[in-house]
């Protein structure tokens, strides 16, 4: 996690291409980015619904620290468990 301003972030990560039990990951879909003020409770969704997206700026942050995860989808809407929270304060 960067940030970029005040009320801004930029995440970015890279795409995954192989599932949790080795096999290869060939129907990628999207990313569902989570975010909340406190680890552990992500009330805000975003779905990035492009598998070719590996950046996303989530703008309108108000003051304080936020923490965020990233979890991958396929086309079927099996969903990976969520990346390990990064955290971001903004001032």
Do not use: K, M
């Not at 301003?5 to 990313?31: C, I, M």
């Not at 409770?41 to 620290?65: H, K, M, Q, S, W």
Request: net charge negative; charged share 10%; aromatic share 10%.
């Amino acid at each position: 996690v960067q940030q970029v301003g005040n009320g801004s972030a930029t995440l970015s990560w890279t795409a995954p291409t192989t599932r949790t039990d080795g096999s290869p990951l060939t129907n990628l879909a999207g990313y569902r980015l989570r975010y909340g003020n406190s680890s552990g409770n992500y009330p805000n969704t975003i779905t990035i619904p492009n598998p070719g997206v590996t950046t996303y700026l989530v703008e309108n942050l108000a003051r304080g620290t936020y923490y965020f995860v990233i979890a991958a989808y396929d086309s079927t809407g099996l969903e990976s468990s969520d990346t390990s929270p990064l955290s971001t304060t903004i001032h």
